[in-house]
């Protein structure tokens, strides 16, 4: 009987939460309106930012009629123009970002916005109290001592959405104080999987933005090329479950199915598993700790036969262990790597350097720019500037002296 009132009042569906989604017209984004127009019972829009695409941002706040939106300085008059017979505010600039995630009528915020721009609007709903759904990896990578002591001073839940930070979240659920031994973060490989460094030299863009299995926006899938994608999950998973460098591993596994293990004290092994869909994280991440129904397609065990696992071949895809020296380091280092890695991946997508040049300028860059142990916010933004300079120089021409 009192089990039976436990699975009841387990299954009492939660009050509506009102989500502010900043990031709304990336991939992460889009997904996740897919997950509210699916529960409109159980989610309410009101809050959409975008930084540029406006076309999108207008579509998007008509269809499910936010309280607010914020949308980048250059697109501000046309949008705020495009929403004038709706009842829909809309703001531009950082500052704005940081003061509509603090209303008091929004209940999670979900930060999909891409890159360090992504930091300030985090922190900003941290200090109001506003639990985090992370899709922002960069976040934690660039400063994850503050956020993490922020978020414990202020209470404040951070629920991973990246599909293996929601895996390994997923297999710690019930077991308490069970210490972990180690976790293992997957990978497909990418799209260049097996080859060796002279093939990665004449890699094109249109090459490298074919994933195999996911379907992500262009940044992201670049890192997933490079695997340095993998390596800012190495930190990002260090800042969310406390675990040391030793305590984290990588293994390919090309099919995508699990999408983490956590390995404990007594050596038994936890998996999450199921097919390549970002939606089911987002979900999970906004309904925790329900488990609501949804019409994603189901894994299907003999649509694959077997599922294959092999060691990452760090010797050619150096990122992995460009991640782990920062991790060690500490400090600024990741917010350096971070920097310059956005920026060499943001001339590879130009055209200015080749694709095998992306992880030499984030090495590079974590030789040159000035290190400190303890970063506080304002050194932190000092040193992704600094680094982004850098990265910039090196890539306009000191790569190909």
């Known amino acids: 009987m009192v089990l039976q009132l436990a699975l009841q ?20 984004g889009k997904q996740a309106l897919e997950i509210v127009k699916a529960n409109p019972d159980r989610l309410q829009v009101e809050v959409l930012t975008a930084q540029n695409n406006a076309d999108l941002l207008i579509e998007q706040a008509i269809a499910f009629e936010p309280n607010a939106v914020v949308v980048g300085e250059e697109k501000y008059k046309y949008v705020k123009e495009a929403l004038t017979k709706h009842d829909i505010k809309v703001y531009t600039g950082a500052d704005a970002l940081c003061q509509v995630v603090q209303m008091e009528t929004v209940d999670i915020v979900l930060a999909a916005i891409v890159g360090f721009a ?23 990578v660039v400063a994850g001592a503050l956020v993490t002591s922020l978020a414990k001073e202020k209470g404040v839940n951070i629920y991973p959405v990246d599909s293996e930070h929601s895996a390994i979240f997923q297999c710690l659920a019930g077991e308490f104080n069970n210490k972990i031994e180690k976790i293992y973060l997957t990978a497909s490989g990418g799209p260049f999987r097996g080859k060796d460094a002279k093939f990665l030299a004449n890699v094109t863009k249109e090459d490298a933005l074919k994933h195999p299995n996911w379907n992500m926006g262009a940044k992201i899938t670049i890192d997933s090329a490079t695997m340095m994608n993998k390596g800012l999950e190495i930190i990002e998973a260090g800042w969310l479950f406390n675990l040391k460098p030793v305590q984290v591993d990588v293994i390919i596994h090309p099919q995508s199915i699990i999408h983490s ?9 936890k998996a999450q598993m199921g097919l390549p869909d970002m939606k089911l994280p987002i979900q999970y991440a906004l309904f925790y700790p329900q488990r609501v129904p949804s019409t994603f397609k189901r894994f299907d065990f003999g ?9 990452p071949d760090t010797n050619t895809f150096v990122s992995i262990r460009l991640a782990f020296e920062a991790m060690r380091k500490g400090g600024n280092m990741p917010c350096i790597l971070n920097a310059a890695n956005e920026v060499a991946v943001g001339c590879f997508l130009n055209d200015e350097i080749k694709f095998k040049e992306i992880p030499v300028v984030v090495e590079k860059c974590m030789e040159k720019v000035k290190y400190i142990a303890k970063p506080t916010l304002q050194d932190y933004m000092e040193s992704d500037k600094e680094a982004r300079l850098i990265a910039g120089s090196l890539a306009k021409g000191q790569m190909h002296n």
């Open 303 to 311: 649509s694959y036969p077997s599922l294959t696992f092999e060691k």
């Open 261 to 269: 293990l956590v390995q404990f004290e007594d050596g038994s092994l």
């Open 9 to 28: 009042l387990s299954m009492t569906q939660s009050p509506k939460k009102n989500i502010a989604i900043l990031g709304s017209t990336g991939s992460i």
């Open 118 to 140: 992504g930091l300030r609007s985090t922190l900003a709903a941290i200090e109001a109290g506003k639990p985090i759904a992370l899709a922002n990896k960069e976040t934690l």
